[in-house]
């Protein structure tokens, strides 16, 4: 499985942004799909993820309310929908697949995109 992220940029306080994750190889919908991000100087940490079916999604509290992660199995996509940004947002965006599990645990996930920059100015 080949994940590729876009749709990063520069964007003002409260402004909002999509990322877009599509993927390539084996059944985009086996897979549960997941997003991290990672700030300078910090860990990667969970944001979002997505079941199979898209029936089941969770979020960090820090993003709960402000983004909303989608996908379309047709076209083997997961969206990360961001709205009311926050310098704090600042960071790599990553999407990642598990065939194994719905988590939120980077171990968890078998494949990962390359990353896609977010900066949010205040």
């Known amino acids: 499985v080949q994940l590729q992220a876009s749709g990063g940029g520069l964007v003002q306080a409260g402004g909002s942004l999509r990322l877009s994750c599509a993927t390539s190889g084996r059944t985009f919908s086996r897979y549960a799909m997941g997003w991290f991000r990672q700030a300078p100087g910090k860990e990667r940490e969970f944001v979002a993820v997505?079941?199979?079916?898209?029936?089941?999604?969770s979020y960090a509290d820090s993003v709960t309310g402000r983004f909303t992660v989608s996908r379309d199995n047709a076209k083997n996509t997961v969206y990360l929908q961001m709205n009311s940004l926050k310098p704090e947002d600042t960071a790599v965006y990553y999407c990642?697949?598990?065939?194994?599990?719905?988590?939120?645990?980077?171990?968890?996930?078998?494949?990962w995109g390359q990353g896609t920059l977010v900066t949010v100015s205040s």
């Open positions: 997505i079941s199979w079916s898209g029936g089941s999604r």
């Open positions: 990642a697949a598990s065939s194994r599990s719905y988590s939120s645990v980077a171990v968890d996930y078998e494949y």
